[in-house]
């Protein structure tokens, strides 16, 4: 289910970064990673850009 949460935000609001995904879809940041990297494994998205993240000027892979 929160596979699908994270799937579904990216699938209408567009591509984001794990931060952003939290705060779009209001779960935990190591839920939001842990489905992230299911994800990722299983093929249904990518990353494909390397942002700097604002609040800790790190970059960050952007997933879609």
Do not use: W
Not at 4 to 22: C, F, H, K, S, W
Not at 45 to 62: L, N, S
């Amino acid at each position: 289910a929160k596979q699908a949460q994270v799937m579904d935000d990216l699938y209408i609001n567009g591509p984001a970064t794990r931060a952003q995904l939290e705060k779009r879809t209001k779960l935990k940041l190591c839920c939001v990673c842990g489905r992230v990297n299911e994800l990722l494994k299983a093929g249904a998205i990518e990353e494909f850009e390397k942002v700097t993240d604002e609040a800790t000027i790190r970059r960050c892979g952007t997933f879609a």
